[in-house]
């Protein structure tokens, strides 16, 4: 599974960029869904993350189903609580909200998953996830009843990510919440990039093809957009193309 090659060695001898689309179970009909599968053929994305801080209807295992019906890229859960987990898909980041003080979040959740992810063939991604304060209270940040790093704090954001890199986690997601009105600083991507070895996960409020940029110059690995494309999927071409560029550079020059 091509997210097994974010193995921190492998990325940071290439510097390989990636492109994940965040499906909302809550906001996608089967129609949009289809058309995002028909684009990605054209335009490659490296793995389609599916969740939401609440979910509201039924339908993320139907939204799963017709993923791995017609598409063999990745589908990996990226859950709010235990409630979250699906077999059908590939992976799950497991994520610790380290940016947050509320236990529930930093493991209790993951002792009620650990027996069912145990039994499952599901990939775990045990990741560190960090909420970043870009301007208004997003969803994520009330239904966990934490904090968000603040914006202009790149060095509180380093140091936790730091802390959680030292403590075995795997990945770093840094996150401005859905439809974030402005994305994660540059400065603050930058921090963190350089503070750890893993890889880091940026999303949150990406809506435009400089802010795809923004956030791969400063050294996102991976980035993740979803409102954007439920919205306009052709966004997913657009930001498919940027990421491409990167790699191709790579390839040329190695
Ligand atoms: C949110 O990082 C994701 O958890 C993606 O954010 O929906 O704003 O692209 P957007």
Redesign the pocket.
Known sequence: MPFKNLRQQQQQQTGRKHFAV?LDPDNLDEATCLQLLALSELHPIDFFFVGGSLITTNNQGGLIRLLKSNSDIPVILFPSNSLHIDKQADGILLLSLISGRNPEFLIGQHILSAPILKASQLHVYPTGYMLIDTGRQTTASYMSGTTPIPYDKPEIAACTAMAGEMLGLRYIYM?G????QNPISAAMISAVRKAVDIPVIV????NTKQKAKAALDAGADVI?????IEKNPGFLAEVSQIVSSYNVALDIHR
């Open positions: 965040l996150d919440g859905s439809g974030a999303g949150g409020g990406i993740v957009v979803g409102n954007h």
